[in-house]
């Protein structure tokens, strides 16, 4: 391996510096409102200095995304194999844990979560870069979703009919997938996903009374959604 040069080096750290300084003023200033010329302001900097390094917002923001998308999926996978090495850990109860690590993280870096999942940004259309991020999270989910079809196979609760349409197409992602699943097995992990997202979503966008917030009202929305597909 070549070592990095200092000059690499001091990239590096301004890069970061960069990023750090975007993050404090999209906390200031909102999620619409993120300019080079705010964090260059920030950072003590001529606006033009900074377009040594980022080309544009869009090429900023792709840069914070793609890190929050990081982050979030570092844990995730984290608590997946922590679990997941459990003698006789069932694949229901490593998708509890997963979902709590999803809704810990998302209330600790709520700034970070809203950037990846909240209201889009005008201008903003993201890249190929943010997409590949993007299924970190959700591909823990499908890892999930996989074990559990090595565990128990195609479970019968699975086999209600798909709309051909809707079989198609979920056909189409299992396709991309590392290892296939089953459409059946691709509409169930949907499922949960879409509980899981929608229970954050409250919780995160105080669309809940504040005594309705809390881990134990979490778990048991999310349990339920998973417990009708993901039998023990």
């Known amino acids: 391996m070549v070592a990095a040069t200092r ?22 200033a909102g999620l619409q409102d993120l300019s ?15 377009y040594r390094y980022f080309e544009s917002r869009d090429e900023l ?7 929050a998308y990081s982050a979030l999926g570092d844990e995730l996978e984290r608590h997946y194999r922590r679990t ?7 694949a229901h109860d490593v998708f509890l844990e ?11 870096h709520p700034l970070e979560y809203k950037l990846i ?17 993007s299924m ?22 699975w086999r209600a009919d798909l709309a051909p349409e809707v079989r198609k197409k979920l056909q189409a992602w299992s396709e991309t997938l590392n290892e296939p699943l089953p459409p059946e097995a691709l509409r169930a992990a949907l499922a949960c996903y879409a509980t899981l997202h929608g229970a954050i979503n409250l919780e995160i966008y105080s669309h809940l ?24």
Not at 98 to 108: D, E, F, G, I, Q
Not at 117 to 133: D, L, V
Not at 141 to 150: E, K
């Open 7 to 28: 000059r690499d080096r001091l990239r590096t750290e301004t890069i970061a510096e960069i990023k750090q300084a975007a993050w404090a003023e999209l906390q200031e």
């Open 36 to 50: 080079l010329r705010g964090v260059a302001r920030r950072l003590g900097m001529a606006p033009s200095a900074l």
């Open 61 to 67: 923001l792709t840069a914070l995304i793609i890190e």
């Open 84 to 90: 997941s090495r459990r003698r006789n850990t069932h």
């Open 98 to 108: 997963v979902a709590r690590a999803y809704r810990k993280w998302a209330l600790s």
């Open 117 to 133: 999942f909240g209201t889009s940004i005008p201008g903003y259309t993201g890249t190929e870069q943010t997409t590949e991020a």
């Open 136 to 157: 970190r999270s959700s591909g823990v989910l499908l890892r999930v979703m996989t074990d559990l079809v090595r565990q128990e196979g195609l479970a019968d609760i």
């Open 209 to 232: 009374p504040s005594k309705m917030s809390s881990e134990e009202m979490f778990v048991a929305l999310v349990e339920n959604s998973v417990a009708t597909v993901l039998p023990r």
